[in-house]
T-cell receptor
Framework: AQSVTQPDIHITVSEGASLELRCNYSYGATPYLFWYVQSPGQGLQLLLKYFSGDTLVQGIKGFEAEFKRSQSSFNLRKPSVHWSDAAEYFCAVGATGTASKLTFGTGTRLQVTL | GAVVSQHPSRVICKSGTSVKIECRSLDFQATTMFWYRQFPKQSLMLMATSNEGSKATYEQGVEKDKFLINHASLTLSTLTVTSAHPEDSSFYIC??????????FGSGTRLTVV
């Protein structure tokens, strides 16, 4: 069974500082990996995804993530955080096939101080 | 990109009544849609996988008779919460699989049962 671990429940960074959110996954084959962001009371917005190819993936809003198979990780990074980045971030893993479900991590709440 | 529309965004109903939530893929066909439930400050828990033209596949522990799912067309899936009780109050989110973005999410429905 697939699973995702986000070890950090809550992270606080200063505006302008760099950010790294951790994500570790467990899956028997090559996974599909995703990072989503959720603002309070809203749905999920896709930041970026990894299906195959280049292990460094660029996303929207200046985010990037690197797939490291040896570490079973897919950490999300941003070089300079903006106050508007404060939200809940979810890492998710899925399998191939249109009927494959996503499994989510528990989420990391990002707080940005001015 | 792919767009999923979910309605209503908020609904308040009396205990014992039924509520229907709609999930539509606006610019693509979705043979498979997913329904999630999210408790406050928690992650998304998959309730069921909705398959066009066939019965939904429910996750373990989800009551099939309480959460009725219908996927009558390639662009519409509905979740009906039957005989709702206060403990069914939650945030419900649908998702559809697209070849463009992977998984696209609706904006969610806040259900409050009073």
């Amino acid at each position: 069974a697939q699973s995702v671990t986000q070890p950090d429940i809550h992270i606080t960074v200063s505006e302008g500082a760099s950010l790294e959110l951790r994500c570790n996954y467990s899956y028997g084959a090559t996974p599909y990996l995703f990072w989503y962001v959720q603002s309070p009371g809203q749905g999920l917005q896709l930041l970026l995804k990894y299906f195959s190819g280049d292990t460094l993936v660029q996303g929207i809003k200046g985010f990037e993530a690197e797939f490291k198979r040896s570490q079973s990780s897919f950490n999300l990074r941003k070089p300079s955080v903006h106050w508007s980045d404060a939200a809940e971030y979810f890492c998710a893993v899925g399998a191939t096939g249109t009927a494959s479900k996503l499994t989510f991590g528990t989420g990391t709440r990002l707080q940005v101080t001015l | 990109g792919a767009v999923v529309s979910q309605h209503p965004s908020r609904v308040i109903c009396k205990s014992g009544t039924s509520v229907k939530i709609e999930c539509r893929s606006l610019d693509f066909q979705a043979t498979t849609m997913f329904w999630y439930r999210q408790f406050p400050k928690q992650s998304l828990m998959l309730m069921a996988t909705s398959n066009e033209g066939s019965k939904a596949t429910y996750e373990q522990g989800v009551e099939k008779d309480k959460f009725l799912i219908n996927h009558a067309s390639l662009t519409l899936s509905t979740l009906t919460v039957t005989s709702a009780h206060p403990e069914d109050s939650s945030f419900y989110i649908c998702s559809a699989r697209s070849y463009i973005d992977g998984y696209t999410f609706g904006s969610g429905t806040r259900l409050t049962v009073v």
